[in-house]
């Protein structure tokens, strides 16, 4: 099994700035992909960021040139640096962490919110 915990959602205005984290811990050798999806009120969740275990990190069209996702393997992070809020970005943000099967763990859940 695997476990992820995320921090560093909260409140922000539009134009800021936050990042967020996810450490995993438990069976982490085998995982070979990680990313955030995000899911907003009344909508289907959706793919923001993924990067495999090589580093090769994949974005979605809505927040290519704003969010960078990065890992740190030593410490089993994984981060989502998200700049240029819009208020648009509000939604609660998910870490996932893909095994071979594909067996998919989740975590909790952090929320942003972006407003004025």
């Known amino acids: 099994q695997v476990q992820l915990v995320e921090s560093g959602g909260g409140l922000v205005q539009p134009g800021g700035s936050l990042r967020l984290s996810c450490t995993a811990s438990?069976?982490?050798?085998?995982?070979?992909?990680m990313g955030w999806y995000r899911q907003a009120p009344g909508k289907q969740r959706e793919l923001v960021a993924t990067?495999?275990?090589?580093?090769?990190?994949n974005y979605a069209d809505s927040v290519k040139g704003r969010f960078t996702i990065s890992r740190d393997n030593a410490k089993n992070t994984v981060y989502l640096r998200m700049t240029s809020l819009k208020p648009e970005d509000t939604a609660v943000y998910y870490c996932?962490?893909?095994?071979?099967?594909?067996?998919?763990?989740w975590g909790q859940g952090t929320q942003v919110t972006v407003s004025s």
């Open positions: 996932r962490a893909d095994r071979p099967g594909p067996v998919r763990h």
């Open positions: 438990g069976s982490i050798s085998s995982i070979y992909v």
């Open positions: 990067i495999t275990s090589g580093g090769t990190a």
